[in-house]
């Protein structure tokens, strides 16, 4: 018997006091306790609805599922409204661990759509304690009068739960609607973390515990990338003296590549990166941008990108003379590049966002040629900041967030590549701190923006509305449906937090030390990457 049956059966209560989210109208089918939810359930193939757990062995550990057993392709379900699954953590030595779910369903697409929740539970008796998991789900293919749904979850350290439960709800019970599926549990090797601030910090346990390390004369670590082709072993961290320093061994030592001060001197002053991203096909490209002010306050800020094809041993020249050409030939004013997005379909298509004072059109450029010409993308938009993020489902879907500094911030979006756009008020913060802006990496309707007073929103409708959901960050990055963020708070201090439904709520796995850079300069550098 599930362990959550057992424990109903025990309090004489019901899911729905268990988990109030879950309401009697969710239910097609009525129960009171865990005696009448058992007795009402139909018999399949012969046998009973929930039989006695099974094991499977994953990564030569093993997985216990309790819950309905399926093939490929599932089993047509009739007049049922809810079906328990649940993942028992049986893992030695798993710190870290990431428990991977997918649930494919096929339902009548005249009927309502079925729904997947989830949660991961800490203890069942004497009171529940969970923690919502917020899947991401997807409305596929149509086969006929047949639709395809896919529900998808990470539930990161896996190992800090005894339990992760799954519903899978149909609403639709009539006679002629009917409901499979089948699921998939993958328990994955963790999460590696690398963060910037006044030291460079690693995680490769996803951030159970972090390995911190201090470069020579003590500089800050400005801009960070992990390597996925490597499982992160392998990752970059530049440094507020200008170096670019490499790791093989994820942060536990760091090998000098190259110093970017004899590029920019006399040229830019206040120097420092502005980012650092890494081809997503061809590891061995990098792309770094350098940033600065010949004023503390107003600018005119200047800046360059320059690009390696040998991971970093060398570098050409800037990239962005075609950008400064367009406003003052020989001068590197308003080219102050401070986000690039790299379309992971054709990596020769870059974004770029700037700081563009006093030169309207060059906020947005997009380069279809790996950066040899540029192209204004907002025309006329004049931004004291822009960041730009890409869709990894759709690159024709960019979000872009734009600090105008008399009115506010406000966040264009595209669906067409940059043939057209549309525009919505974030909020009314002049010249915030940080900003940051991440594409939702499963669904093209979502995004999360962030670095106003007004703190953490998301929007849900391809940028029609934002709803404020939480705290501001200086960073985001997101694998699968985890959300990490890179904030300053509690106050006066630094920290990477973690959500596991879209940004409501958050938990602290930085390192007790991290103290972060949170000034206009630059923001805490935050890289994620799957083993």
């Avoid at 969710?26 to 006695?52: C, H, I, K, M, W």
């Avoid at 216990?64 to 649940?86: A, F, K």
């Avoid at 940080?434 to 093209?444: G, Q």
Wanted: charged share 15%; glycine share 8%.
């Amino acid at each position: 018997m599930p362990a959550l049956q057992s424990a109903l059966a025990a309090q004489n209560t019901s899911v729905e006091q268990v988990f109030p989210g879950f309401t009697e109208a969710n239910y097609t089918l009525a129960y009171q306790n865990q005696v009448d939810f058992r007795s009402v359930l139909p018999q399949l193939n012969g046998e009973e609805f929930r039989p006695v757990p099974e094991q499977r062995t994953l990564n030569a550990q093993t997985l216990s599922v309790s819950g309905p057993i399926r093939t490929d392709g599932g089993n047509v379900i009739q007049h049922l409204g809810t079906t328990y699954v649940e993942f028992t953590n049986r893992f030695n030595n798993s710190t870290g661990r990431s428990l991977s779910i997918t649930v494919d369903l096929y339902a009548d697409d005249s009927a309502a759509p079925p729904v997947v929740k989830m949660w991961a539970i800490t203890q069942y008796s004497p009171t529940v304690i969970s923690t919502t998991v917020v899947p991401n789900f997807q409305r596929l293919l149509l086969n006929g009068t047949t639709r395809h749904y896919r529900a998808q979850a990470r539930v990161p350290r896996f190992d800090s739960y005894r339990w992760v439960a799954m519903d899978i709800i149909h609403p639709q019970t009539n006679g002629s609607a009917t409901l499979s599926y089948n699921y998939r549990a993958d328990v994955v090797s963790p999460a590696v973390i690398y963060a910037g601030g006044t030291k460079g910090y690693a995680s490769t346990n996803d951030g159970v515990s972090w390995t911190s390390y201090t470069f020579p004369n003590s500089p800050a670590v400005q801009a960070v990338a992990a390597v996925p082709q490597t499982q992160g072993q392998t990752g970059y961290m530049a440094t507020s003296d200008l170096k670019l320093w490499k790791t093989t061994d994820a942060g536990a030592t760091f090998t000098m590549l190259y110093d970017f001060a004899p590029k920019v001197q006399g040229v830019i002053t206040n120097t420092h990166f502005s980012l650092l991203n890494i081809d997503p096909v061809t590891p061995t490209t990098l792309y770094v941008g350098l940033r600065g002010k010949t004023d503390p306050f107003w600018g005119p800020d200047k800046g360059a990108l320059f690009k390696s094809t040998d991971g970093g041993v060398t570098f050409g020249s800037d990239l962005l003379q075609d950008c400064h050409d367009r406003h003052d030939p020989g001068d590197w004013q308003d080219c102050a590049i401070t986000s690039l997005a790299i379309d992971p379909t054709n990596t020769n298509v870059l974004w770029i966002g700037q700081d563009s004072w006093n030169a309207p059109g060059q906020t947005l450029m997009r380069s279809t040629d790996g950066g040899a010409t540029w192209q204004p993308m907002l025309t006329g938009q004049i931004a004291t900041f822009t960041r730009v993020s890409i869709s990894k489902v759709n690159s024709n879907v960019v979000w872009a967030l734009l600090q105008q500094q008399l009115s506010g911030q406000y966040v264009f979006h595209t669906a067409f590549a940059g043939a057209s756009w549309d525009n919505t008020k974030l909020d009314n913060t002049l010249n915030p701190a940080d900003k940051t802006i991440l594409a939702d990496p499963f669904d093209i309707s979502s995004a999360w923006a962030s670095g106003g007073g007004e703190g953490l929103k998301r929007s849900k409708d391809g940028n029609q509305s934002w709803q404020a959901i939480g705290p501001e960050f200086h960073g985001l990055a997101a694998l699968d449906q985890v959300l990490y963020g890179a904030a300053q708070w509690p106050v006066g201090t630094a920290s990477i937090q973690q959500s596991v439904d879209g940004g409501l709520t958050w938990i602290n796995i930085g390192d007790a030390t991290m103290n972060g850079l949170g000034d206009d300069n630059n923001a805490m550098p935050l890289s994620i990457v799957s083993p």
